[in-house]
């Protein structure tokens, strides 16, 4: 029996989602969560093999919830299941220990697919990211900026391309203010930006924020 958490902000999507599991006899859904902050005490609660995680909620986000997960519980597996299309996130959150991505727009069986894989200790590479993944081997020098940022970097990068302040930021990931800062600056010339306006066009433009 392969034990699942779903985490997503839309209570539909998580209906929908422990519905068509039910159809599977090896599936048992056995906790959901609507927030980052709340995947986080389900890992603590719950014994988990697969959690399957969107990106996009409400205060911390898919990506915060995920480095937290990996510290808390490195072995689980999980399944990014998100609305933005594999090449803005996939290659980024896959370095960063998601065990596999895939856009809501898949096949519900690739889903269920990817979860099997996943409760094996496995990575699920989907066809069209193992593509990206080759592409970027391929042309490592000519990634897109974003691609180049740490685990932390890229994080604090999302949070102030959404308008964030440095003092929140810090708080939301227990850091201290000149830390952040210190990330601000070392993104902010990696990716050869000078404001946080740039980031914000910038995060629009690779369709990395709404």
């Known amino acids: 029996m392969i034990k699942i958490g779903i985490v997503d902000d839309h209570a539909v999507v998580r209906t929908g989602l422990k519905s068509f599991f039910s159809t599977f006899v090896d599936f048992r859904v056995v906790g959901e969560a609507g927030t980052g902050r709340e995947a986080i005490d389900l ?7 697969v959690l399957v995680m969107d990106l996009s909620m409400p205060g911390q986000s898919g990506i915060d919830a995920l480095a ?17 299309p594999e090449e803005h996130y996939a290659v980024n959150l896959i370095r960063q220990g998601a065990s596999g991505y895939l856009n809501k727009e898949c096949e519900p069986e690739e889903i269920a697919k990817a979860i099997r894989t996943i409760a094996l200790g ?15 081997l391929e042309r490592k020098d000519n990634a897109p900026p974003h691609e180049h940022l740490s685990e932390r970097e890229f994080q604090v990068f999302l949070k102030l391309a959404k308008g964030e302040s440095v003092g929140a930021i810090g708080e939301a990931l227990s850091l201290s203010v000149k830390t952040i800062s210190t990330y601000r600056t070392r993104l902010m010339e990696k990716m050869n930006l000078s404001t946080n306006s740039d980031l914000t066009y910038y995060a629009i433009k690779t369709q990395l924020i709404d």
């Open 122 to 136: 496995r990575r699920y590479i989907s066809p069209s990211v193992a593509e990206l993944l080759a592409g970027q």
């Open 43 to 49: 890992v603590r609660t719950a014994d988990l093999d």
């Open 68 to 84: 937290m997960v990996r510290a808390k519980a490195p072995d689980l597996g999980v399944l990014i299941l998100s609305g933005y």
